[in-house]
């Protein structure tokens, strides 16, 4: 299944049966329509979806609604966070990919509790899936 990570701050907005767009450089963007995991860089929470289209521009050329629908208001912002996701500088005719997704599901949790066992000399991992 295809993997998407965002940043926490709009990862945070997103809710089940909701459209979206996420930005990624030219360069990272390998996705194809189709079946998808949303997750985010800093814990395992997760939602399943569906890529619904992928297609690519200049950061110049974007339109207000499809900055809007990434949770932007400006493509100012939006190279900002692109440039501290790819620590590059982002310039306004690089091609960014804009890849539109629906949320399908309520959220998965992956919980990981990690714990040292010193009697017997091992780490063990418990995971909970709720």
Known sequence: MQVIKLNNKHFRTISAGDS???FFWHEEAK?????ISIGNYFDGTEFKGII???YSKPLSKLMPEELLAGGYQSSRLLSY???MQYTRFIKCDDIITLVCFTITSDTVYNVEC????VDDG?????KLVI
């Open 20 to 22: 979206y767009i996420a």
């Open 31 to 35: 996705l194809r329509v189709g079946a």
């Open 52 to 54: 619904t289209n992928i």
């Open 81 to 83: 966070d692109l440039a």
């Open 114 to 117: 990690r714990k040292s066992i």
């Open 122 to 126: 091992y780490q063990s991992t418990l």
